[in-house]
């Protein structure tokens, strides 16, 4: 076996093996492998366990020195990471409170992140999306979803798929890009939004699939944006053409989730205006729960119902919604403790909601788990107990970050 190496030993290590997609989860369900190591090779995991049991004469060693816990490293499954100019004067408008569509119709909101996406290169973008990607790693993400949906034109959505392409080939990460053509009628366009998504499926679809820019078309259902009714035969047209289906949904109404069950997408994002006719309907699907806290955060708005969600037996995944108008802070770790808070989430519901749960929600089968076969890639904590990572509330950063087996930064 080609570059075996052994890494450890970690005073903790929870490989979050074991626990269901769905529903609730308790502290005592998870496993931790005292002073446990990670035998690695050609970027996957061989076997996990006991840091003495997996030693030998034959095997390189890489040590690890001082009290860590280990994790697999954080999969965010929902962020807006490509994107020109800034929205501080949204935030400041928000916090005088100015409402969400007052401030669109002040000049700001989506339409503005549009304005100037479309004014910035391509290069100028992919720019961005390698310094946000950096910040993100020092986070321990090593797996992150980006949406397109700041273009609204084909040209222009073109051009962020491809900035987002161009980016992953130039950083550490994994970028799982997402067509969010979908994010709101632009104001530029003469027709009605039915001809607009026309427009977008029969013309930018098939340069999707021609150039494997995405295999993934999401949607943002809402008054603001598009109804169910006009979203309907737009995601027909994605699934004959073989896209996965993600969801914008419940965010300030409640279509969207109801939809997204409709047409067995991988997910339902946002869900912070769900009430118990959607919480039972999404727990009895095989559809994701995203929350999204950093929007509820960047927004002062209520929490997504993540304890009413799992108590019912839905999947609950945690992402940041890293986008330059409600959730500028892109901390993951520190969003999703503070929805743990608010929410009571137990240490393992946080926990499984930013590795194996969303990496369901991305519908990824190779990652969010240490076990034999899956991809090496984890992330560890300089504290001998796991506690103290949620306790910290997103400030205790990662120490090591390891991608495909090899260590890639510092925290």
Known sequence: MKNLKLIGPFTQLLPMTGLPIKGSLQDEQLTIIENGGILVSEGKIIKVGSFEDLKSDTVAIERIEGGQVCLPGFVDAHTHICFGGSRANDYAMRNTGRSYLEIAKAGGGIWDTVTQTRKAGQDELVKGIVARCHKHLTNGITTLEVKSGYGLSVAEELKMLRAIKKGNNAVIQDLIPTCLAAHMKPKDWAGT???????????????????????RIDAFIEESAFSKEEIRPYFEN????????????????????????????????????????EIALLAKSNVVAVALPGASIGLGCNFTPARKLLDAGAAVAIASDHNPGSAPMGDLLTQATVLGCFEKLANAEVLAGITFRSAKALNLKDRGILEKGKMADFISFPTNNYQEITYHQGQLKPKCIWKNGVKVGNG
């Open 238 to 277: 994605a699934k004959q053409n073989g896209f996965d289906i993600t969801v914008h949904a419940d965010q300030f109404t409640t279509d969207g989730s109801q939809l997204a069950i409709e047409f067995n997408a991988l997910s339902a994002d946002h869900l912070e205006a769900s009430t118990s006719k």
């Open 193 to 215: 939004p039915t001809t607009y998504l026309e427009h977008i499926a029969n013309d930018l679809f098939p340069i999707l699939h021609k150039e494997n820019l995405t295999h």
